[in-house]
């Protein structure tokens, strides 16, 4: 019988504690949260204006500058192919002949972000503030 005593003696002793564990979990938790909230993620906000059936007539005076960008992140103006370097110089000059027009970006949806953007920065440094996008699948 005193076997029976002290099989039941040991077997209160040999609970698990799970205080340490639990408090794991707490500190976890709470690492995760404030760490979420601290992560922003950046993106372009991008205006899409609505299809319309009937555009305006084109003004005369108000001539835009058209970029096409390819698949390939090629960027092609006025029907030649010109180097991202040389995006600023162009814009520019045909900026100098249409002060009212504004440079519209039509790429391809294959083409890389950075294309887009690196076009948008020089034309801002050439003067033009007014850079669209329209996106097409070719």
Not at 4 to 22: A, C, E, V, W, Y
């Amino acid at each position: 019988m005193s076997r029976k005593k002290n099989r039941g003696q040991g077997d209160d002793s040999s609970d698990i504690d799970l205080t340490p564990m639990l408090d794991v979990v707490f500190i976890m938790l709470i690492f995760f949260i404030v760490t979420a909230s601290f992560i922003k993620e950046s993106a372009i906000d991008l205006n899409v204006p609505e299809e319309q059936e009937n555009p305006p007539p084109p003004d005369p005076d108000k001539q835009n500058i058209l970029i096409t960008v390819t698949g390939n992140n090629e960027i092609w103006l006025e029907q030649r192919r010109i180097d991202v370097r040389a995006v600023r110089a162009n814009i520019e000059r045909l900026h100098a002949e249409f002060p009212q027009g504004i440079v519209i970006v039509k790429a391809d949806e294959n083409s890389e972000a950075a294309t887009f953007v690196s076009i948008a920065d020089a034309a801002r440094e050439a003067g033009v503030n007014q850079v669209s996008l329209v996106a097409t699948a070719e």
